[in-house]
Structures are given as C-alpha cells and as structure tokens.
C-alpha cells in the first residue's frame, strides 16, 4: 500500500491530452516536498520526466509538464503519441517514514 | 554523461544474503552532487527505493528494509554495493541503481537493471 496513489490506468486517442494525478498527505507532498516523475517502458529501466514538480530535463518534449497543489501533483501529457504507451510514476519524500516514496504507477495507453 | 551498471548474482537462495555493485562511469563518484540509491521493482508490480550513500559513506536505509540492508561505497573503484540478507521470496526483483541529486532528491539516470531471483 503505497503513501502516494495514482490511478492505475489512463488512456487516451492520439493527439488528446491525458493527466495522471498523485496524490499524498500532509507527511510528503503536502510538506512541501517536491514530486518527480518517471516513466517506465516495458522492459527497460524507469527515465527521468519531471523534477521539481514542472522541470523537464533536457531531451524531454515539452508534451510533457507537471504541477503540484496541496498535497496532489498531476502530469499532463498533451498530444498523446503512440510512443508515450509506458507506466508513469510519481516519487516524492515522506517524513513519517523517513524516505522516499513512489506511486504504485499508472498505465498510459494510447487507442 | 553518467552510466551505471549493475552487476552480481542473479540467483539467490533462500535466508542468504544478496550482493550487487554499482559501477558507475562517466564521472566520479566522489561528488557533491550526488547520494548513490539502490531501487528494486518486483516483477509486475512498482518501484521501492531500498537506500541511498554518499561519497563519504553517509547512508539512510528505507525503515522497512533497514534492519536486514547494507550499502557501502569504494571510491577507488567508482563503486557502490548493496547486500540484502536473509533474502525470502518477497525480495525477489529487477534492482536498479541511480544517482540522487542532492539538491533535489530526484533518480537520474538509472542503471539497466538486474533481475535477482530469491529461491530455494
């Protein structure tokens, strides 16, 4: 049972725009800790999306931007492409266990 | 541009301890920049960060892990280890491993993952 809880699921035709949210308490993301998101392709290893909440590293497309508010976060995805198909995690800090925390993962599935 | 790899037994038995290294390229591992983490994924399922060291040697554990974890560093070697004992099935999964910003707690890049089966 995950600290952080993500729907397990979002899908979406090409070109629409989909969100996944996380969602926390008041022990992490509502602390004031900061969300970072992740994507996962079948078989390979997680890469880094967002940091910070709503930084994209270099080389990642502007398609994607986070943001946070309270003790929820959400990641936009917008002009859903077939290659955007992968699990997304959000990870953050919580201090009632004394360490970092990820989301259970979403499936992003593009019709 | 940094590169980590994972490597060590990919089979385990039952109540023995796990060991995997980190090798890391690409830059040193004495750094400010960074804590050195170990994440594990079980097959199917979500990510766990197991614990994370600095160059110095300074280490937190996950609490739910840290009674049976240890993670030391060789800096000679460019290197970060992380043994698990008394493994059951449970601790069976791909382990990555990941450099952590220091100054902003985030995983990047991760390493390719190994898969190390517990077994009896």
């Known amino acids: 049972q995950s600290v952080l809880t993500q729907p397990p699921s979002v899908s979406g035709a090409p070109g629409q725009r989909v969100t996944i949210s996380c969602t926390g308490s008041?022990?992490?993301?509502?602390?004031?800790?900061?969300v970072h998101w992740y994507h996962q392709l079948p078989g390979t290893a997680p890469k880094l999306l967002i940091y910070n909440n709503n930084n994209r590293p270099s080389g990642v497309p502007d398609r994607f931007s986070g943001s946070k508010s309270g003790t929820s976060a959400s990641l936009a995805i917008t002009g859903l492409q077939a290659e955007d198909e992968a699990d997304y995690y959000c990870q953050s800090y919580d201090t009632s266990l004394s360490g970092y925390v990820f989301g259970p993962g979403t499936k992003v599935t593009v019709l | 541009q940094l590169q980590l790899q994972e490597s060590g037994p990919r089979l385990v038995k039952t109540s023995e301890t796990l060991s995997l290294t980190c090798t890391v390229s690409g830059g040193s591992i004495s750094t400010s920049f960074y804590y050195w983490g170990w994440i594990r994924q079980p097959p199917g399922k979500g990510l766990e960060w197991i614990g994370s060291?600095?160059?110095?040697?300074?280490?937190y554990y996950n609490p739910s892990l840290k009674s049976r974890v240890t993670i030391s560093v060789d800096t000679s070697k460019n290197q970060f280890s992380l043994r698990l004992s008394s493994v059951t099935a449970a601790d069976t999964a791909v382990y990555y491993c990941a450099p952590e910003r220091t100054t902003g707690r985030w995983f990047d890049p991760w390493g390719q993952g190994t898969l190390v089966t517990v077994s009896s």
């Open positions: 008041s022990s992490n993301i509502g602390a004031g800790y900061d």
């Open positions: 060291i600095y160059y110095s040697g300074s280490t």
